[in-house]
């Protein structure tokens, strides 16, 4: 990524300068609306990275729209018998997005490149398929119809590829910005079950790291790429411009790649992996339909007129996380993805033009998934350790849970201590919600607030305390016993909903 503060533009239906088209957040909105809306957003963004000053003439620019179901077949866009419209991108986005370039940059070639999942292109010209139907939602719209309309006035521009069928190679998860983070998923990790452990729980280490993936040539061969996906909640968070790029992977007719490969193991780490062979060159995020609770493919529709752009991937998903109700410092893929310097995470480097998060926001239900374990904190990763009586050392965790038995090794003693310190902004109340292998006592401030006095096994939140946070230092300690499961423990300070609190700085003593 560039050097310098990542611009990250938000417009929305509300804004004042839309005049007579404005409409509150959640109405129904006519094209002329969206266009205007996504037209603001990205001429918001004045930066050296903005879409039109990046997109040069002799550019082969790829859209990458999130199609993941389609009305034209039985899957889950038919939910419980219901249209879910809010699973995909607004096609009207599309269309908006496509006459923006040609009006301000217009590059040699304009492709909507997509590999559906619940969905296979049509061999037969009497079937539809999700590039030929028409989405009511969408004002009717289908994405030959769009091809077929901006054929008509600049002849050969704007086409289609099918990433299941384009060509495909074989490569190496590559580092493209040298963050010396080469591939990160690994093939039949280790899971800790969701019930026992919050989501997205695997064991550190276990598994093979990937040699590599197949991609579609269009990917690797486009000069720019445009991630254009649906507001979404996930069992990971949110799914926006970084997870779009599960639609890249391929379920190819040679059948050496199939694309629910990328659930072999840690799914985040995998669309990371996918990220790296052609990191976006900008993202737009749209919520006209959007999808809330529990997402990506089984939660509600709900409608929130806002758009979020940025050359910064990272930063685009970050504050339109914070849109969506969320703390982005909690959500896994963001701290992964500004590992492999894909972007920042860093508010103190995002500078945020047009609305604020504040003004747009609307808290959207939290995904469960199919096991009903919600998406909670992320949680203290890092922690200062001690084996019975020994000296401190330090943790850091890959994982929620601080897993000390793995840590000490067969060098493990029959008690085991751990303690941050947490820097809060402001006197503020919250929860803590804690569990542990074996006993546990859990002390803030020198008081304790949570006791467990029998070693029954790690079971997610299993305690869920109020607590108070002083301005300033306050000292979070943990002291465990072990069992026959294991010693270790998860200990979030959240909200009553498992969002994790703002304004608050985890910090090692000495």
């Not at 995998?270 to 939660?299: K, R, V």
Request: glycine share 8%.
């Amino acid at each position: 990524m560039a050097r310098g503060k990542s611009t990250v533009a938000i417009a929305a239906s509300t804004d004042a300068a839309l005049e007579d088209l404005r409409a509150p957040l959640d109405a129904r909105l006519s094209y002329e609306q969206v266009d205007v809306v996504v037209r603001r957003a990205l001429e918001l963004d004045q930066s050296e990275q903005a879409l039109k000053k990046i997109v040069q003439p002799t550019d082969w620019v790829a859209i990458k729209p999130n199609i993941v179901t389609s009305p034209s077949h039985d899957c889950s866009y038919w939910y419980n018998g219901v249209a879910h419209p809010g699973q995909v991108t607004d096609l009207r986005v599309i269309k908006s997005l496509i006459g923006y370039l040609i009006d301000s940059c217009r590059p040699r070639r304009i492709s909507i490149a997509e590999g559906g999942a619940e969905w296979q292109k049509a061999t037969e010209p009497d079937q539809e398929d999700g590039w030929t139907v028409s989405f009511p939602e969408f004002d009717g719209l289908s994405y030959v119809g769009i091809v077929e309309e901006f054929e008509a006035i600049c002849p050969g521009l704007v086409d289609i590829v099918d990433l299941n069928c384009d060509e495909i190679r074989f490569l190496p998860v590559p580092d493209p910005f040298a963050s010396g983070v080469g591939p990160m998923q690994r093939v039949g990790q280790e899971m800790r079950p969701p019930e026992q452990f919050g989501r997205s729980a695997y064991v550190p280490d276990t598994g093979e790291l990937r040699e590599g993936y197949h991609i579609p040539a269009t990917v690797l061969d486009c000069d720019k790429l445009i991630s254009v996906p649906a507001m979404k909640t996930h069992t990971c968070a949110t799914t926006l411009a970084l997870k779009n790029y599960v639609g890249i992977l391929p379920t190819h007719p040679s059948g050496v790649v199939r694309k629910h490969n990328i659930h072999q193991g840690d799914f985040q780490k995998g669309f990371l992996d996918l990220f790296s062979y052609h990191p976006a060159d900008y993202s737009l995020i749209e919520g006209f339909w959007s999808t809330e609770g529990n997402g990506p493919q089984w939660g509600d529709n709900i409608r929130h007129n806002v758009v979020v752009a940025s050359a910064d991937p990272v930063a685009a998903d970050a504050v339109c996380s914070e849109v969506m109700g969320f703390n982005a410092q909690d959500i896994d893929y963001l701290h992964l993805a500004a590992q492999k310097r894909f972007g920042t995470l860093d508010p103190e480097e995002i500078e945020v033009v047009g609305n604020s998060v504040e003004v747009v926001m609307r808290k959207f239900k939290l995904a469960a998934g199919r096991k009903g374990v919600a998406f909670a904190a992320r949680g203290n990763r890092s922690w200062m350790v001690r084996n019975g009586t020994e000296e401190w050392l330090r943790l850091d965790s890959e994982e929620r849970y601080i897993d000390l038995a793995r840590f000490f090794g067969e060098y493990a003693a029959e008690t085991a201590c751990a303690a941050v310190e947490v820097r809060s902004g402001k006197m503020q109340c919250g929860s803590l919600w804690a569990s542990a292998a074996g006993k546990m006592r859990v002390l803030l401030n020198g008081q304790t607030v949570v006791e467990k006095e029998q070693g029954s096994g790690h079971e997610f939140a299993e305690f869920k305390v109020d607590v108070e946070l002083a301005e300033g230092i306050n000292r979070l300690e943990v002291q465990v016993e072990p069992c026959e499961e294991g010693m270790g423990f998860t200990a979030l300070l959240c909200d009553a909903d498992g969002y994790g609190l703002r304004d608050i700085e985890y910090r090692l003593d000495s």
